[in-house]
């Protein structure tokens, strides 16, 4: 299998200042196609003193550039821009999340475009509805505005299962609102971070606005760190979200964090076994192999029907091709990194050692010999409480659950540090209403995973502070500013 090329545009710079620039090292990270194991491209690696170079020019941009003073319609119309050429190279990001993290050419190639064009469409039209400036009368009579400013300088972090679509959701709201802003990206997947930059380059964003650099977590530190910034937007798992809230705490930073999840599928007893399957296994071993925050990966099912479930969640899993993510025929690509690759080896032997039931899957697949492939895993009499229940592996593994009733259901489903995404099947759509009001999930589907972003997305508990996507993820970027004169209303 040959390796096909990457598009990142500057591999071997970073984007600071409104310029294309040498790095303060001649250290690369090494940028793998994850079903081969073999390089693409070599990555410019920011050390401290260019991030800190990289949020001097943001800083700069911020304080004394004319971006944040601009009209909100005025920034709009350079967003609109942008998702012009987005729409233009759509197969390029595809491309390159599939190159990198491993997910199927075919599902990327139309989701990616819903998420990257898709976002800053969205913010270009609330451009128009959106009260940045609202008139309304003090207690006291005076006329008063409540006025949203720009929160400042953001640290745009992404993930490496994700990176382009959750960027676009974060760095969409974040230039609308007036911002500007540091994309760090991660050593697996830094491309799509490499394109963004080179279109707000092409059309003319004002030097510092938007910076881009590629760092380790020991320099990403120092971003989050930084005096110099005003907010941190993160996605990524549940223990690096903790550090970076502690972090921000320390010089009370403003954080939107979006974490890991450990999602419950809610089952109930009128609602068809098979058809509940064919929504949680293939398409979750097919999306991403796993590698989702908000995946479906705890199946609760009356106890009646555990074994139904399982064998058809096992059929499922077993009908998984395992490939090459480019290839039409692949229903099932690779974890994007031998160390999450372990890392999911690891748990499972974990939860075979504490009792889950393993039925099929849990290791890498014999035919495969480089990639970083695992067989999509099913468990079956899974305690709720057990390692296999309560912890997020990252990878293609389901847990098959029993409850005694819907109450017993709904209480196991938030018997959780996480509070991510939730799915209750039924047909009773009022049933279905009134369970999903007792799930403490930032989403509930109805029947199948329903998140939306153009509404809202985020976690409770453990899962996240604050939402992206939508009013709120706009406002996330915003400081409520009131405004009384020394003039009474009329």
Request: glycine fraction near 10%; charge should be neutral; hydrophobic fraction near 45%.
């Amino acid at each position: 299998m040959k390796s096909p090329s990457l598009n990142m545009p500057h591999a071997d710079r970073l984007y600071i200042g409104g310029r294309w620039v040498q790095p303060s090292t001649s250290e690369t990270f090494a940028v793998l196609n994850c079903a081969t194991e073999e390089v693409v491209a070599h990555a410019a690696q920011a050390t401290e003193s260019d991030v800190a170079a990289a949020v001097q020019a943001a800083r700069e941009a911020f304080d004394h550039g004319p971006w944040p003073r601009m009209a909100p319609a005025e920034r709009a119309a350079y967003l609109e821009k942008i998702a012009e050429r987005l729409e233009a190279l759509n197969d390029e990001f595809a491309r390159g999340w599939s190159i990198e993290s491993g997910v199927l050419y075919k599902i990327a190639k139309p989701r990616i475009g819903l998420f990257l064009s898709g976002a800053f469409r969205q913010y270009t039209a609330m451009a128009q509805t959106y009260p940045f400036v609202a008139p309304t009368r003090s207690v006291t009579g005076h006329q008063a505005y409540q006025v949203q400013e720009p929160v400042g300088v953001v640290a745009v972090i992404v993930p490496w299962n994700g990176p382009a679509g959750l960027l676009a959701y974060k760095l969409a709201p974040a230039l609308l609102a007036g911002c500007t802003a540091v994309i760090k990206n991660t050593p697996e997947t830094p491309s799509s971070g490499h394109l963004f930059a080179q279109i707000c380059h092409e059309e003319g964003l004002p030097p510092g606005v938007v910076n881009m650099v590629t760092a380790d977590r020991a320099v990403s530190e120092t971003l989050v760190r930084h005096p110099g910034v005003d907010k941190i937007t993160f996605t990524g798992s549940t223990g690096a979200g903790r550090r970076i809230g502690a972090v921000a705490a320390e010089r009370v930073a403003r954080v939107t964090l979006e974490l890991g999840g450990k999602s419950p599928a809610v089952v109930l007893d009128d609602y068809d076994v098979e058809a509940a399957a064919k929504v949680l296994g293939a398409p979750y071993f097919g999306y991403l192999s796993g590698q989702v925050c908000h995946s479906l990966t705890r199946i609760i099912v009356p106890a009646a029907r555990h074994d139904a479930m399982v064998e058809a969640l096992a059929a499922a899993a077993r009908s998984m091709v395992l490939g090459d993510p480019l290839d039409e025929a692949t229903s099932m690509g690779p974890l994007a990194t031998a160390a999450q690759r372990g890392v999911v080896e690891r748990m499972v032997a974990q939860s075979v050692a504490q009792g889950a039931q393993l039925v099929t899957g849990g290791r890498r697949p014999a035919h495969l010999g480089r990639g970083f492939f695992f067989e999509p895993t099913v468990f079956a009499n899974v305690d709720s409480r057990s390692f296999a229940a309560q912890n997020e592996f990252f990878g293609p593994v389901l847990s098959v659950i029993a409850a005694d009733s819907e109450r017993h259901a709904i209480d196991m489903a938030n018997d959780s540090i996480f509070g991510l995404n939730a799915v209750v099947f039924t047909h009773d759509t009022e049933r279905a209403m009134r369970v999903a009001r007792q799930l403490r999930a930032g989403s509930v589907g109805h029947n199948a995973s329903r998140t939306d972003f153009s509404i809202g997305f985020g976690g409770f508990k453990q899962s996240g502070i604050g939402r992206e996507g939508g009013v709120g993820g706009l406002e996330a970027f915003l400081e409520s500013k009131t405004v009384v004169l020394d003039r009474m209303a009329s």
